[in-house]
Each structure stands twice: as C-alpha cells, then as structure tokens.
C-alpha cells in the first residue's frame, strides 16, 4: 500500500465506450500525474495537475481527458479509444518543486477491444 | 533532447552481485531516483541520489557521478523475490521526473 489508490485495476472497454479511471491520495501531496506504461517503453507522461492546475502534454490525443477536482482526486476520462491506447495506467503524486519521490497507484490495466 | 538509457533485461544468480546501469542526459540535474517494479504492480521507491558517490541501503546501493552522468544500482544476496524491473529517472531543472524504460532483472535458481 503505498498511499495511492487506483480503480479499477483492470478495464476492457470497446472502442465506443466512454469509462472513467480514478486515482485518490491523501498523503497531503499537491501534484497529481497520469502515466502510460507500455511494454519496453519509458513511463510516458501524459497529465500533470500541479497545485490543481493542469501542465497539458500536447502529445496526449483529444480522446483522454483529465480531471482534478480536488488536490486529492485525480481522474482520466476516456472515449472512443484506439486498441495501440491498450497499457497500464498509472497515477502518482508527489511534493512538487522539491527533491521527493512520487508514490505510485498500482495501476489500471486496460484492454481496448 | 532528454534521455535515459538502461539494459533492457539482465539475468543474475540467486546469491550473487548485480549492477544495473543508468546513463541520462537531461536538462538540468536535482536527483536520480532508483525503483523497483514487480509485474502488475506499482513502482515502489528505492534509492534517491543527489550528490556524487555510494549510497547504501541493505543489500541495495546506488552510486551517482554527475560529471559522467551516469549511475548504477548494485543488488547484493540477490533473492528470488529481487525479480522486477528497476526504473531510472532523473529530476529536471523543472522538477519533472524523466524516465528510463526499466530494467527487468531475472534471477535464476
């Protein structure tokens, strides 16, 4: 248990579908992130909500969007998903502008079908 | 650009020595982290270095050279349960986290 609760754990969604990913810290931590994990592949950074305002990745398609209600909740919204946006999901938070670890969610594995 | 190299995969023996290899250039330096990731799980913390030289932690310890850019991660007694994959990222001059793409260490009987 790391302090970082994700869920689901695992998600098969069609293409159509729209589903929701959350993420909850309540370690007192004011950056939330949302990262891609591929196989054989860097974390690829997709979010960042620093003092819950969003640092956007460019890179990121249209089709995930994310919410930070709170400095405790983090959301990934998703909708008509391509099968290659199949990976694990992962949410972390940490202190930001110091030098302090991020604490990882276990994860949402999701099957894009 | 910003990068992080490590092995993509290293075997070992149960009982013997590892070292597992980060080199990265980014811009900026405030730290470089170790992690270990077990299959299906999430990335738990192991080492955090900020100036030159051996930080040791048990059977674990990690080494950092900011002038060649490079660190290790040295596994002691190695164990069965050591299997995972190690994760190096480097803290920016923006305190962003780079990642490099893991490390999967196996360990055999």
């Known amino acids: 248990e790391t302090g970082v609760t994700q869920t689901p754990r695992h998600l098969v969604m069609g293409m159509t579908n729209k589903k929701s990913l959350k993420c909850e810290q309540h370690?007192?931590?004011?950056?939330m992130y949302w990262y891609k994990q591929s196989a054989k592949k860097p974390l690829e950074l997709m979010f960042v909500?620093?003092?819950?305002?969003?640092?956007e990745n460019n890179s990121v398609p249209s089709r995930f969007s994310p919410e930070c209600p709170n400095s405790s909740h983090l959301f990934l919204h998703l909708h008509t998903l391509q099968p290659e946006d199949s990976a694990l999901y992962l949410c972390?938070?940490?202190?930001?502008?110091?030098?302090?670890?991020?604490?990882f969610g276990q994860g949402t594995r999701l099957t894009v079908v | 650009g910003q990068n992080i190299d490590q092995p993509t995969e290293m075997t070992a023996t149960e009982g013997a020595i590892v070292q597992i290899n980060c080199t990265y250039q980014?811009?900026?330096?405030?730290?470089l982290f170790w992690y270990q990731q077990h299959a299906g799980e999430a990335p738990t913390f192991l080492s955090y270095?900020?100036l030159d030289g051996l930080e040791e932690k048990g059977r674990f310890s990690s080494f950092l050279s900011r002038s060649k850019g490079y660190s290790y991660l040295l596994l002691k007694e190695l164990q069965m349960k050591d299997s995972a994959s190690y994760l190096c990222?480097?803290?920016?001059?923006?305190?962003?986290?780079?990642w490099g793409a893991g490390t999967k260490l196996i360990i055999k009987p």
């Open positions: 270095n900020v």
């Open positions: 980014t811009s900026g330096f405030n730290g």
């Open positions: 909500y620093s003092l819950e305002e969003r640092v």
């Open positions: 370690l007192g931590h004011n950056a």
């Open positions: 972390a938070s940490r202190v930001t502008g110091e030098n302090t670890e991020a604490f």
């Open positions: 990222a480097v803290l920016d001059s923006n305190y962003q986290l780079i």
